[in-house]
């Protein structure tokens, strides 16, 4: 089998392959579930399987961190949704959580998360599940298992008096099931010297450090919390001498410069270490605790701030002992023990707004903040809870120059060596962040770019703008050769905008993992901001969410040409407030392909709305998508565009051009009388026509609503039209009673095409005949009288007058 790979800066290698299996003609986007193994050491090469769907093209391993090198990417012959490769993890690689994704011949999968460890590895072997029967294994070692349901695995290893022994396990942070795993350390006696559920500082994971009291055997035992497990319950149990402290102080230091830090918790007693900072804001970094122990095997998240520290100083328990600080620093301190309070006292200038935000529960802390301001007489000023998770914020502009004191405390009173905290204070400053709306709930699908050779895909691009409005445009000077961005500024008052993304037919095939940037249309903003996404990866009841990843970059992919295109046809009139359109789209098929494709319009101008779907059906070219507008529907020369997926071996998604659509206002308000008629009579319904925007040649107006058996014509105007009349009919068996939903639906002509819109509403009352009158006496014959002259017609009487003459006709005949 012919190979061929090469490294690129990014982590990225490309498989060029041989002979492999047939592929077919067309595929699609692949599914990726999960990677097994889900760790390996670094400095090693590690056997990879990718399990998902429609693998078996696979052709590169996109990750989003340096430090792996991937080869020998093979298909499984007798499993079309799995495929190997060998990764060559690097010696320096970072320790901890990492990203990748599988590009295959026809698209990308979602993404999945490996972990990096720094020990050996060694597989769990049963039988281990009692205590009298442990694993051995040796210390600064990996284990890697699985908790089957009510399992319990038992690991011993052998220490000498006052070694440490450290255990942290990757359970839900793997990410393959709902496992919320717990440790504990016993000694022979089966004494347990300390047990972990949840840590803070790893959330659902846990992690134990014990200083062995005398020489002797020490098991290390795994389960879930509440003795549930399956067979996709995988860990990985880090056992070794290492420290694991579970808070670092201060939890954030100035970009670039060097800060000196203190690691505590569990046998950590003030571990100081000193470590250069990145110059740019990184919001993965971590500082790794080591001494002559070992390294922890995970980080402590710390903070990148562009200014200094400034820290307590105990005691400072009330306003009178505050700890003198300096604004812009950040304020750091530690709630040590229950009932603590912290306060600080700082000037601040007079009309400056800032934004206090506490860093608590976001850096791994179990601190619950509750954080109050006051001034120089005590009085208090402002303060917050939980607006940031349990985390505080809130904005305050000072009133005046002077003296103010902030305080923090647990919201339960707790506290302890670990309960560290940051409070920063920044002047309110613009942030733009971009994403792609979620497709499906939960789901990756379709937060990656992939585009067929001669084809067009679009998403929706979202903006979350902070503190600051105006358009924004993307930045597409870094998308791969061969593709082109069409895309319009996102106006002002919007929060997305269309993007239709074009390969051109001979464009490469490849792909790579690129960040899609924003900014404000104005340089001189100076705001910029790019694309985030965010899988869901462990959710449970309640869609409480456990485990997810953040990336910040996007995949953006070239494959071969699939089997259909889509195109809308461009609309010669437009779109009117009241209205509604089939929106024309027509597919280009390749020959032999004929399945149903699947339409979606997934931009919607405000004020517009559309069906969910529509399809094309099977063989067919074409298909109309109703859209409408509301009366509020904003007035503009918009960008729209229709996707469609259809099964080529799997779904695939290609686009229609970024075609016009004018929403305008309605042509022609109506006002339309109220009315009443007795059942089999007739009457009239008259129509003021108010012109808003005169058009040529004549349109047409339909009465919508009627009650069954009443019937009318419809009428033909034209711009000069001021008054209508519809003619209405009933029947002795039309429904008696008050009939509101009456309303006009105009057609006009526009272009060649018809835009129709609706306006006015009114009230039909149909009423039973009136008794007949009772008997009179025959009338005298009277004398025939000149013929007088011709009356002119009788005036059409408003709707007031109409009810006057109705009770003057029910008086005259005896009825109420």
Request: hydrophobic share 35%; charged share 25%.
């Amino acid at each position: 089998m012919l190979q061929k790979y090469r490294s690129v800066c990014t982590g990225i290698l490309t498989i060029t392959l041989g002979l492999l299996l047939a592929a077919p003609a067309w595929a699609a986007d692949p599914g990726l579930n999960y990677v097994r193994p889900r760790g390996g050491q670094r400095g090693t090469e590690v056997s990879l399987t990718f399990i998902g769907a429609r693998l078996s093209d696979a052709v590169e391993i996109l990750s989003y961190k340096k430090g792996f090198e991937f080869k020998d990417i093979q298909a499984n012959p007798k499993n079309a949704n799995v495929c190997t490769a060998i990764v060559k993890i690097a010696p320096d690689c970072a320790l901890g959580e990492h990203t990748f994704q599988v590009r295959t011949k026809s698209g990308v999968s979602d993404y999945k998360t490996f972990w990096v460890g720094q020990f050996p590895e060694v597989e769990e072997k049963e039988p281990n599940s009692e205590f009298e029967t442990p694993q051995p294994i040796e210390l600064n070692h990996t284990v890697t298992g699985v908790v089957q349901n009510e399992d319990v695995d038992h690991y011993v290893v052998n220490a000498k008096k006052g070694q440490r022994i450290s255990a942290e396990i990757e359970g839900i942070r793997l990410a393959t099931t709902l496992f919320d795993p717990y440790i504990a350390i016993l000694d022979e006696k089966r004494f347990e010297l300390k047990a972990e559920d949840d840590l803070p500082l790893l959330r659902n994971d846990a992690a134990i450090s014990v200083v062995a009291p005398e020489d002797g055997k020490y098991t290390i035992l795994v389960r879930d919390s509440s003795y549930g497990g399956n067979g996709a319950a995988f860990y990985r149990l880090h056992v070794g001498t290492y420290p694991r402290p579970t808070a670092v102080y201060p939890a954030g230091g100035q970009l670039g410069t060097k800060q000196q830090v203190t690691f505590k918790g569990n046998t950590i007693n003030n571990l100081v270490q000193e470590f250069q900072l990145p110059d740019k804001p990184d919001a993965e970094f971590e500082v790794f605790a080591s001494d002559a122990g070992g390294s922890a095997p995970s980080g402590n998240v710390f903070r990148l701030f562009p200014h200094g520290n400034s820290m307590e100083q105990e005691p400072n328990n009330d306003l009178k002992s505050a700890s003198a600080a300096a604004l812009p620093n950040a304020f750091n301190g530690i709630i040590e023990k229950e009932g603590d309070i912290d306060f600080f006292k700082f000037q601040a200038k007079k009309d400056q707004t800032l934004e206090i935000e506490c860093y608590a529960r976001r850096i791994r802390s179990p601190l619950d903040p509750v954080v109050n301001l006051y001034n120089a007489k005590s009085q208090r000023l402002g303060g917050n809870d939980d607006s940031r998770g349990p985390d505080s914020y809130f904005r305050y502009k000072f009133p005046a120059d002077g003296e103010y004191a902030i305080s923090i405390t647990d919201h339960l009173s707790r506290g302890g060596e670990d309960f560290v905290y940051r409070i920063e204070m920044l002047p309110v400053s613009p942030e733009l962040e971009l994403g792609i709306p979620r497709n499906a709930r939960y789901s990756q699908e379709r937060q990656r770019i992939v585009v067929a050779r001669g084809n067009r895909f679009a998403a929706i691009v979202s903006a979350k703008r902070s503190n600051f409005s105006g358009e924004i445009a993307l930045d597409t000077s870094n998308f791969p050769k061969g593709i082109k961005v069409v895309a319009e500024p996102m106006a002002a008052n919007l929060t997305t905008m269309p993007v239709v993304f074009e390969a051109a037919a001979d464009a490469p095939i490849g792909g790579e993992l690129i960040e899609l940037k924003g900014q404000h249309v104005d340089p001189k903003k100076n705001i910029s901001g790019v694309f985030t996404n965010r899988a869901d990866l462990v959710r449970v009841r309640n869609n409480q969410l456990l485990w997810l990843k953040d990336v910040a970059q996007i995949p953006v992919v070239v494959v071969e040409e699939l089997p259909f295109k889509l195109d809308i046809v461009e609309p010669k009139a437009p779109l009117t407030r009241n209205g509604s359109m089939q929106l024309k789209v027509v597919a280009t098929r390749k020959e032999g392909f004929d399945e149903p494709i699947t339409l979606q319009f997934p931009f919607r101008p405000p004020g517009v709305g559309a069906s969910s779907r529509v399809t094309i059906p099977k063989g067919k070219n074409e298909a109309f998508y109703p859209i409408n507008a509301n009366s509020k529907a904003e007035m503009k020369k918009w960008k729209i565009f229709v996707i469609g997926s259809a099964n080529v071996g799997g779904n695939a998604w290609v686009s229609s051009q970024l075609a016009p659509l004018e929403v305008a206002d309605s042509f022609v308000d109506l006002e339309l009388a109220r009315t009443a008629v007795e059942q089999g009579q007739e009457t009239e319904i008259l129509c003021k026509v108010n012109m808003k925007n005169p058009f040529a040649g004549d349109a047409k107006i339909k009465l919508v609503g009627l009650p069954p058996k009443v019937t009318t014509e419809d009428i033909t105007f034209n711009k000069e039209s001021k008054e209508l009349v519809f003619k209405v009919k009933t029947d002795p068996a039309s429904p008696q009673g008050r009939h509101k939903s009456l309303f006009c639906q105009v057609e006009i002509p526009i272009n060649g095409e018809t835009v129709v819109h609706t306006t006015g509403r009114t009230e039909l009352r149909i009423d039973k005949p009136a008794p007949p009158k009772k008997e009179e006496p025959a009338k005298p014959t009277t004398v025939a009288k000149k013929e007088e002259p011709k009356k002119e017609a009788p005036k059409r009487l408003t709707r007031l007058e109409q009810l006057r003459l109705e009770a003057q006709k029910r008086l005259e005949s005896g009825t109420k």
